[in-house]
């Protein structure tokens, strides 16, 4: 008979059984019920994948474990449980704004996710999730305080805590070694939907935290790569016709051919220019790598032809490896040619830190929606594509070469549900049975209008007396519920494209991935410039070692010794200029209303600094900004400003964006100087002009009088 010590002990055992035992796997339960959306499916789920269940749970259980190590031990676990469940809810709202689950990058991703969360949600769901938020942080708070400390821990209970640790870290990692099941992830994550429902939420979340960059290849060496450089060599390629004709590649959001689902009527065709351009030139399928959202990963395939499944799951390069290093891209390979490479975005020019990442892939200028003007709203707050036409045009008359220009369209980005569309040209009469009338009626419409732009664009190519190819493809399919059964192709990862072009090239039917469209856009002109370009040209995509051979490049390129390059990296971020052309102030001169401001290329977005502080104006025109209130010249500093030696300069080794910075600060401290600014909505300076000093204006001559 058991003494009543004993009797404490067992007690004691049992209440840590069920706190580090029963609750992770409950905790796992709630998590999948959340991601399939039905509790049946997380029950279901325990029984059809008992291991992979049993995995996730484990690494739950492991997570909460380290608060055996802490004296607040109920707080820590409570905490850490609160963290899973939190992640679980998070996924299950994710899932409803998009088609792809929540991973470890989103929140790298928080900025960006902000700056757009008004497109997704109302204020309603804003006021809830702030309350939501306090009362976590103020329960949290309470059980802090409140929630019983250890006052002694004992060097055995220590000792304890560790072994459990270490028993549960090591049945991970047996189970890992051991389970077909398990380990399937490790190769089988292209189509991260499918993973997080076969595998479990934790365990791919999980994973997307410790799984980033392009795994080191088995065989990498020196000899390795110089083998895929002698077989490039050794290949022969397309003649190069010598026409540098301009480039444009127009990336459509969550675009693609609608006659592809197969229960979906519609009262006319949605986009009846995009079929024209089909029947006349080259086009085909594309095979991209995200689905419903992840629009840069496409644009990154796009740009670099590198394969986004070779980096860890759910990466975003443009959140990674390419903000601190420079990789070969088309925008480099055209630089040898003589070519100026631009981008134009009407969306926000740091969402996924384009304003950043464009200097290390060869960018010359960016405009993104801060530096444009006659932008208009849908809905559902996008701006309308039609504004990149005429930005389109700008970029290719900003140079006396061949231009590059890489169009982003934001216009059909959802969501989708919850927009009336008011005298709607296009009908919706009928949806696949797991599809959502209204949000596809919205979703057509403006796919119309997107198509209206492409019309309106190509008209205006042929009228330019230029020699011009024209790529359009959509990033992704829209996050609309589509299913696999829904398409006539099966293929969530598949949208259309179209290269149109009045050089005469032959139309060729072929299906293409994202990351062999540049390669084959410049095949076609005879252009090899670059070892990743001439990768794709000459190797036989079904071939055993294509893939191998590309991830061997891409690790040597990004995260290796450059043995491509002998060991010496070609390429160098740019001095990417925001704006096709820079904001420039000429004059400032008195008005009936105060002071105008004369200059070029201003906005809506830009602000104005006079002695480093900004001043209250209103934006009049892309020529003229009104001065709202009265400004005071500051004789004393200036007469400092004129007796005062240069500084002296010294060597700095800082990175790019520090010295930038330093720049702008230094012209911010210029007295009697106006200097515009556009910002972002958020505050961000993409650019500021170069300083106008007072007493070159119309004021200084007034003041000089």
């Known amino acids: 008979m058991m003494t009543k010590k004993q009797k404490q002990q067992m007690k004691k055992i049992l209440h840590y059984g069920i706190w ?62 609160a963290i899973w469940l939190i992640f679980g809810v998070v996924n299950f709202v994710t899932l409803h704004l998009r088609v792809t689950p929540f991973s470890a990058v989103d929140i790298t991703l928080l900025e960006s996710a902000i700056s757009v969360s008004g497109h997704y949600l109302n204020i309603k769901n804003i006021i809830m999730i702030v309350i939501a938020i306090v009362v976590v942080f103020v329960s949290m708070s309470i059980l802090y305080r409140k929630a019983p400390k250890h006052e002694h821990r004992t060097q055995k209970k220590l000792i304890l805590s560790g072994i459990a640790v270490a028993l549960l870290a090591g049945c991970i990692f047996f189970i890992r070694s051991k389970s077909n099941s398990v380990q399937a992830l490790a190769t089988n994550y292209t189509n991260i939907s499918e993973a997080y429902e076969n595998y479990g939420f934790v365990y791919c979340f999980t994973n997307s935290i410790i799984d980033t960059g392009i795994s080191k290849p088995d065989n990498y060496s020196k000899e390795s790569v110089d083998d895929v450089l002698n077989m490039l060599n050794a290949s022969t390629y397309t003649t190069d016709t010598g026409v ?37 030139f080259s086009n085909g399928f594309l095979t991209v790598p995200t689905v419903g959202a992840g629009t840069v990963n496409t644009e990154f395939e796009m740009l670099t032809g590198m394969s986004q499944r070779d980096f860890g799951t759910s990466e975003y ?3 990674t490896i390419l903000r601190k290093t420079a990789a070969e891209s088309i925008c480099y390979d055209l630089k ?19 304003n950043k990442v464009f200097k290390n892939l060869g960018f010359d200028t960016f405009a993104s929606m801060e530096y444009m003007n006659g932008l208009e709203d849908n809905p559902n707050g996008w701006k309308k594509d039609r504004v990149l036409t005429g930005e389109i045009l700008k970029t290719l008359d900003s140079t006396q070469g061949p231009d590059f220009t890489l169009g982003l369209s934001v216009q059909s980005h959802g969501k989708y549900k919850g927009f009336s569309v008011e005298d709607a040209s296009i009908r ?146 740019t001095p990417l200029q925001m704006g096709t052309y820079p904001v420039t102030v000429t004059n400032v001169e008195r008005n009936d209303r105060g002071y105008l401001v004369t200059g070029s ?49 010294q060597e700095t080794t800082s990175d790019a964006d520090a010295d930038q910075e330093e720049k702008q600060k230094e012209e911010e401290a210029i007295p009697n100087a106006f200097i515009v600014q556009i910002q972002t909505d958020g505050g961000t300076v993409l650019s500021d002009s170069e300083p106008l000093k007072w007493e070159d204006t119309s004021l200084g001559k007034e003041t000089a009088k």
Not at 259 to 276: G, R, T, W, Y
Request: glycine share 4%.
């Open 20 to 81: 580090y035992i029963a609750v992770p796997f409950l905790l796992e339960l709630v998590i999948e019920s959340l991601s399939r959306k039905s509790v049946m499916g997380g029950i279901l789920y325990f029984f059809d994948r008992p291991v992979l269940c049993l995995f996730n749970t484990l690494i739950i259980m492991l997570t909460v474990s380290v608060a055996l190590f802490f004296k607040r031990e109920v707080f820590v676990y409570t905490l850490v449980s």
């Open 244 to 280: 540098r004709p301009n480039i444009i590649f127009i990336q459509l959001e969550s675009f693609f051919d609608v006659d592809m689902v197969k229960d979906l009527e519609l009262s006319k065709d949605a986009i009846p220019n995009f079929h024209k351009l089909q029947k006349s």
């Open 317 to 319: 390069p443009y959140k």
């Open 336 to 354: 040898q040619l003589g070519y100026a490479s631009h981008c134009v975005h009407n969306n926000e020019g740091t969402f996924y830190g384009r």
């Open 428 to 573: 919706v009469k009928k949806v696949p049975e797991s599809g959502d009338k209204d949000s596809y009626q919205y979703y057509v419409n403006q796919l119309s209008e997107v198509d209206e732009m492409i019309g309106n664009l190509v008209n205006a190519l042929e009228q330019r007396n230029e020699k011009t190819i024209l790529v359009l493809y959509g990033d992704h399919l829209p996050s609309l519920d589509i299913k696999k059964t829904d398409l006539k192709d099966s293929n969530l990862y598949q949208t259309q494209y179209v290269i149109w072009d009045n050089l005469g090239l032959k139309k060729i039917s072929k299906n293409l991935s994202a990351y062999q469209m540049y390669s084959y856009v410049l095949n076609k002109l005879g252009i090899h410039e670059g070892n990743i370009t001439k990768f794709h040209q000459a190797m036989k995509k079904n071939t055993k070692t294509y893939h191998n051979d590309l991830k061997m490049l891409e690790y040597d390129m990004l995260y290796g010794e450059q043995y491509a390059y002998n060991g010496t990296k070609p390429y160098t971020e």
């Open 601 to 649: 290329n201003f906005t809506p977005y830009a602000h104005l600094l006079f002695n480093g502080d900004e001043v209250s104006t209103e934006w009049v025109d892309a020529n003229h900004i009104q001065i709202l209130e009265t400004l005071e010249y500051d004789q004393d500093a200036a007469n400092e400003q004129e007796t005062a030696s240069p500084a002296p300069t």
